[in-house]
Nanobody
Framework: QVQLVESGGGLAQAGGSLRLSCTYS????????MGWYRQAPGKQRELVAS???????NYADSVKGRFTISRDNARNTVYLQMNNLKPEDTAVYYC??????????WGQGTQVTVSS
């Protein structure tokens, strides 16, 4: 069974922090590059961070220096530490393989709202 469950979102003030978690089930995730994506209202879903099996990371320019992605395969979990949040970070955040594999459906996501 392939499943993704995101959590940890909420309301934060600009400059604040949140830590997102994504718990996955399914061997496809344990052997894949994993990414955090976000989708703001009226915009396309975008990849903001990814991490390889050897913990090499990559970030979108908009979050570089503020967000940190990590993974714990023993716990089947991927994390996104978000610091110095900005109102433009407001979005629903999802995790999935990177690039997205059509075998893996999307989870429900977790809402992040940043107030100015």
């Amino acid at each position: 069974q392939v499943q993704l469950v995101e959590s940890g979102g909420g309301l934060a003030q600009a400059g604040g922090s949140l830590r997102l978690s994504c718990t996955y089930s399914g061997s496809i995730f344990r052997r894949s590059v994993m990414g955090w994506y976000r989708q703001a209202p009226g915009k396309q879903r975008e990849l903001v961070a990814s991490i390889t099996l050897t913990d090499s990371t990559n970030y979108a320019d908009s979050v570089k220096g503020r967000f940190t992605i990590s993974r714990d395969n023993a716990r089947n979990t991927v994390y996104l530490q978000m610091n110095n949040l900005k109102p433009e970070d407001t979005a629903v955040y999802y995790c999935n393989t990177s690039p997205w594999n059509p075998v893996s459906s999307w989870g429900q996501g977790t809402q992040v709202t940043v107030s100015s």
